[in-house]
């Protein structure tokens, strides 16, 4: 048995499509998303640039913040899957109301072992009614969702305790032990890299969790090796550059821009080398 989810109503979805959720279905995925944004599907050419951006830019969000990139799209409502996953999940849907609802469906189909495949559709402005969007608090329900649930929002949380560990260091040997900035965020990040570890390994990716001894220590060095990079050629290295070009009364707020670009790059190479998939 199958549930088909399409909209007559405003006609933003074209019935004609349907055809081609059930062929997939028949091929054998479980959950078949229409998608807006793979080669050959599309949104409304007459929305404006700001509908747009916030369109493509919450589905980035989406996509990238729960680990999930290869679904392109989360917030449509063109979709057909197998009853399955609805009697799965059905109570924990209870929890999620508004548009979050598809984000949350989807992503717990996929973590119970779904086979996601996408179908491109052509999305048009609905003909009758008016959109139910709020914005602002779509915008703070889908960022509350991915944050308490995707991998990047952990990366945000340890990373934050991170950040506090090696400011508070950096200022204790640069204000009381007398050490250069740079020199003192070396020490400080030290401490934040080894806390960051394991952390990582217990709650941020525990899905992919190092449990053997060796392995353990194999990828500590990893780590060290690639957040070190990161931080003597991003974090300090952009604290030393505004020290050369500035002085180094500003020393806080250097190291305050480096870690933000010290995130990107930690993010990445976490994900792809240390915790990469099996």
């Keep these: 048995m199958r549930t088909i989810f399409f909209r007559w109503t405003d006609l933003s979805h074209d019935p004609?499509?349907?055809?081609?959720?059930?062929r997939e279905l028949d091929k054998g995925a479980d959950f078949v998303v229409g998608s807006r944004y793979i080669k050959g599907g599309s949104i409304p050419s007459n929305w404006g640039i700001h509908r747009k951006i916030f369109s493509v830019v919450g589905n980035a969000i989406v996509r990238f913040g729960l680990g999930?990139?290869?679904?392109?799209?989360?917030?449509?409502?063109?979709?057909?899957y197998s009853i399955k996953y609805y009697e799965l999940l059905k109570d924990q849907m209870r929890a999620y109301s508004?548009?979050?609802?598809?984000?949350a469906f989807l992503h717990k189909a996929i973590q119970?072992?779904?086979?996601?495949?996408?179908?491109?559709?052509?999305?048009?402005?609905?003909?009758f009614g008016h959109s139910k969007i709020a914005p602002a608090e779509y915008i703070k329900n889908v960022l509350l969702y991915v944050g308490m649930n995707g991998p990047f929002g952990k990366f945000l949380v340890v990373g934050?305790?991170?950040f506090i560990i090696n400011a508070v260091l950096l200022v204790v040997f640069r204000e009381?032990?007398?050490l250069s900035?740079?020199?003192?965020?070396?020490?400080?990040?030290?401490?934040?890299?080894?806390s960051n570890y394991n952390l990582n390994n217990a709650w941020t990716f525990k899905?992919?969790?190092?449990?053997?001894l060796g392995m353990y220590f194999n990828k500590l060095v990893q780590f060290y090796v690639t957040s070190s990079i990161g931080v003597i050629v991003i974090q300090t290295g952009t604290i030393a550059l505004g020290v050369r070009l500035f002085g180094d009364s500003q020393y806080f707020i250097y190291f305050l821009i480096g870690t933000g670009l010290l995130l990107i790059w930690n993010y990445t190479v976490y994900s792809k080398i240390i915790w990469k998939k099996k």
Aim: hydrophobic share 45%; no cysteine.
């Design 176 to 178: 009381w032990a007398g």
């Design 16 to 22: 004609k499509r349907i055809s081609a959720f059930i």
């Design 160 to 162: 934050g305790l991170g």
């Design 112 to 127: 119970s072992g779904a086979h996601v495949v996408e179908v491109s559709i052509h999305f048009t402005d609905r003909k």
């Design 68 to 80: 999930y990139s290869q679904v392109h799209d989360w917030t449509g409502g063109f979709r057909a």
């Design 181 to 194: 900035p740079t020199a003192a965020n070396l020490v400080g990040a030290a401490a934040a890299i080894f």
């Design 98 to 103: 508004g548009y979050v609802f598809q984000i």
């Design 207 to 212: 899905e992919k969790k190092i449990t053997s």
